[in-house]
């Protein structure tokens, strides 16, 4: 055996991978390879997680590195090389036009909007995407989460983070009494955003701004309340996560940990 051929190659892989919402699909990959000028009929967007590359875009063109956001819009032309020979290691997701038209929809956008930034160096969109991306190929069932997610990484993109609208806790009112009424409900961002008659966008902010917490954060936590208050009562621990909304009692359990630090069994035995 040669000495070259002693030396390690680089690793080669890309993996799609189907997610929870049909229109989207989920792409993890670790190349060293320089792929020539192609195109997507999606949008794609998806954060380098490990070295770095080259690309000529429609939009100019980019160095991207690790930690930073990069984006491409449906039939954009581009390329991407890598810096050096190292792999680099990124994940990206790839959205139907249509279904973006429906996120974009939330954020008061037209369909035909488009993604402005072909590297965005903002660590805090960067987060927002991984969250995304977990959410989207999880197996636990969270709509409200995933949608929030899908509106708040895309705002963040197309520079919306900052809407100059003034909020007001009053324009909230109506989708936290909702919630605060019966939490164990499941209920879409449109549904919510609507009742308050604001954008989807608008919504999230306004309502994490007002509560502390993202709608879908906020309806677990009055979940554990109502928990709290039936296992104190005495009801079986099963029918307490039916009732309240969670999926099985090691749902209930998750949360109570995670939020309380102690368990249901804990709370039922005291």
Same mark, same amino acid.
């Given at each position: 055996?040669?000495?070259?051929?002693?030396?390690?190659?680089?690793?080669?892989?890309?993996?799609?991978?189907?997610?929870?919402?049909?229109?989207?699909?989920?792409?993890?990959?670790?190349?060293?390879?320089?792929?020539?000028?192609?195109?997507?009929?999606?949008?794609?967007?998806?954060?380098?997680?490990?070295?770095?590359?080259?690309?000529?875009?429609?939009?100019?063109?980019?160095?991207?590195?690790?930690?930073?956001?990069?984006?491409?819009?449906?039939?954009?032309?581009?390329?991407?090389?890598?810096?050096?020979?190292?792999?680099?290691?990124?994940?990206?997701?790839?959205?139907?036009?249509? +279904?973006?038209?429906?996120?974009?929809?939330?954020? #008061? !956008?037209?369909?035909? $909007?488009? /993604? *402005?930034?072909? %590297?965005? =160096?903002?660590?805090?969109?960067?987060?927002?995407?991984?969250?995304?991306? +977990?959410?989207?190929?999880?197996?636990?069932?969270? #709509? !409200?989460?995933?949608? $929030?997610? /899908? *509106?708040?990484? %895309?705002? =963040?993109?197309?520079?919306?983070?900052?809407?100059?609208?003034?909020?007001? +806790?009053?324009?909230?009112?109506?989708?936290?009494?909702?919630?605060?009424?019966?939490?164990?409900?499941?209920?879409?961002?449109?549904?919510?955003?609507?009742?308050?008659?604001?954008?989807?966008?608008?919504?999230?902010?306004?309502?994490?701004?007002?509560?502390?917490?993202?709608?879908?954060?906020?309806?677990?936590?009055?979940?554990?309340?109502?928990?709290?208050?039936?296992?104190?009562?005495?009801?079986?621990?099963?029918?307490?996560?039916?009732?309240?909304?969670?999926?099985?009692?090691?749902?209930?359990?998750?949360?109570?940990?995670?939020?309380?630090?102690?368990?249901?069994?804990?709370?039922?035995?005291?």
């Amino acid at each position: 055996m040669t000495r070259q051929q002693e030396t390690a190659s680089p690793i080669e892989q890309i993996l799609p991978c189907r997610t929870r919402h049909p229109g989207i699909m989920a792409v993890e990959a670790r190349s060293a390879k320089a792929f020539g000028r192609h195109t997507h009929d999606e949008f794609g967007f998806g954060v380098v997680l490990g070295g770095a590359q080259d690309s000529a875009s429609g939009r100019g063109p980019v160095r991207a590195v690790r930690g930073q956001v990069i984006t491409v819009n449906p039939g954009e032309v581009h390329d991407g090389v890598p810096i050096g020979d190292a792999s680099r290691h990124w994940r990206m997701l790839y959205i139907r036009p249509e +279904a973006m038209a429906a996120v974009f929809s939330g954020l #008061d !956008l037209p369909a035909g $909007s488009e /993604l *402005v930034h072909p %590297v965005l =160096d903002r660590p805090a969109t960067a987060r927002a995407f991984i969250d995304l991306h +977990a959410a989207l190929t999880s197996n636990v069932a969270n #709509d !409200l989460a995933l949608e $929030s997610l /899908l *509106v708040e990484t %895309v705002g =963040d993109l197309m520079d919306l983070r900052n809407p100059r609208a003034e909020v007001r +806790a009053e324009a909230i009112a109506p989708a936290r009494q909702t919630i605060d009424a019966d939490p164990s409900t499941e209920m879409s961002l449109k549904m919510l955003a609507d009742m308050c008659q604001l954008s989807q966008f608008h919504f999230l902010r306004t309502f994490r701004t007002t509560t502390g917490l993202p709608p879908h954060a906020y309806r677990v936590q009055r979940r554990l309340h109502q928990a709290r208050q039936m296992i104190s009562s005495g009801h079986p621990l099963a029918d307490v996560a039916a009732a309240c909304g969670f999926s099985d009692q090691a749902h209930l359990h998750r949360h109570f940990v995670r939020s309380l630090g102690y368990t249901p069994g804990a709370l039922a035995r005291s």
